[in-house]
């Protein structure tokens, strides 16, 4: 189990590669891991920089079937025909769970190693 040095380390970590990649424009950035991680603490705290470079943030991923919920088919649909910069919260990486294939334009940060438990 980390210390809470160790924690506040990999969250620190964690905070300059999502700016990094905020910066860099990337079309989509996909948060992922376990709940009590820092997912939302982490967009909460960089909000300003989300707002300035235009991107939007879904944080209440519904999973299973369903017209509005998110699946493997309208995952990827939902990506093909996104109208702006895009943030997700998700619980597990969606190309792995789902087997696809993830797009160039598509950044995804695993947070599954800081826990705030």
Same mark, same amino acid.
């Given at each position: 189990? %980390?210390?809470?040095?160790?924690?506040?380390?990999?969250?620190?970590? %964690?905070?300059?590669?999502?700016?990094?990649?905020?910066?860099?424009?990337?079309?989509?950035?996909?948060?992922? /891991?376990? /709940?009590?991680? /820092?997912?939302?603490?982490? %967009?909460?705290?960089?909000?300003?920089?989300?707002?300035?470079?235009?991107?939007?943030?879904?944080?209440?991923?519904?999973?299973?079937? /369903?017209?509005?919920?998110?699946?493997? %088919?309208?995952?990827?649909?939902? &990506?093909?025909?996104?109208?702006?910069?895009?943030?997700?919260?998700? &619980?597990?990486?969606?190309?792995?769970?789902?087997?696809?294939?993830?797009?160039?334009?598509?950044?995804?940060?695993?947070?599954?190693?800081?826990?705030?438990?």
């Amino acid at each position: 189990m %980390t210390n809470h040095i160790e924690r506040f380390e990999n969250y620190l970590s %964690t905070k300059e590669d999502f700016e990094h990649n905020i910066i860099q424009q990337k079309q989509v950035i996909i948060l992922h /891991g376990n /709940g009590c991680n /820092g997912k939302s603490y982490l %967009t909460n705290q960089c909000i300003k920089l989300i707002k300035q470079n235009n991107y939007s943030v879904i944080q209440d991923v519904q999973y299973g079937k /369903g017209v509005n919920r998110l699946n493997a %088919t309208n995952f990827e649909r939902k &990506l093909n025909n996104l109208p702006k910069k895009t943030i997700f919260h998700f &619980l597990f990486d969606p190309f792995i769970e789902w087997n696809l294939e993830k797009p160039e334009n598509v950044y995804v940060l695993d947070m599954n190693h800081i826990s705030f438990r």
